[in-house]
Nanobody, 124 residues
C-alpha cells in the first residue's frame, strides 16, 4: 500500500502562485510514476500533470502547460506542483496519485493510489 497526503492548497488571487505537496509513504518503491489531477465543482476529475519517479520525465495537460511545473524529491518521497499565473478556472480540489507503471498517461484508471485532495481556490 502507498499512502498519499496532499497539502499546500488555499485561496489565492488570479495571477498568483501556489505550491502543492504530496507526501508518499508505505510501499513507495512500487510507484514508478505519480501525477496530479483536479476536480472542479460539478465537473469530472481531470488530468493535470504526471512525472516518472526515477527519470523525471513529465507530461502536462494543455490547459496548464507553461504555467504549472511538476517535480519530485526522491529522498523525501514528495511530489510537488508549482502553480503560477493561476486563473479562476484553476479552482478545484487537487489530488495526487501514484501508479506502478512508468508509462505516463492521463487515464485515471491506470493510477493505483490516490490522496484525499487539497482545495485550491482562485479569486478573480
Amino acid at each position: 500500500q502507498v499512502q498519499l497526503v496532499e497539502s499546500g492548497g488555499g485561496l489565492v488571487q488570479a495571477g498568483g502562485s501556489l505550491r502543492l505537496s504530496c507526501a508518499a509513504s508505505g510501499r513507495t518503491f512500487s510507484s514508478a510514476a505519480m501525477g496530479w489531477f483536479r476536480q472542479a465543482p460539478g465537473k469530472e476529475r481531470e488530468f493535470v500533470a504526471a512525472i516518472t519517479w526515477i527519470a523525471g520525465r513529465t507530461y502536462y495537460a494543455d490547459s496548464v502547460r507553461g504555467r504549472f511545473t511538476i517535480s519530485r524529491d526522491n529522498v523525501k518521497n514528495t511530489l510537488y506542483l508549482q502553480m503560477n499565473s493561476l486563473k479562476p478556472e484553476d479552482t478545484a480540489a487537487y489530488y495526487c496519485a501514484a501508479k506502478s507503471s512508468s508509462f505516463l498517461t492521463p487515464v485515471q484508471a491506470t493510477y493505483n493510489y490516490w490522496g484525499q485532495g487539497t482545495q485550491v481556490t482562485v479569486s478573480s
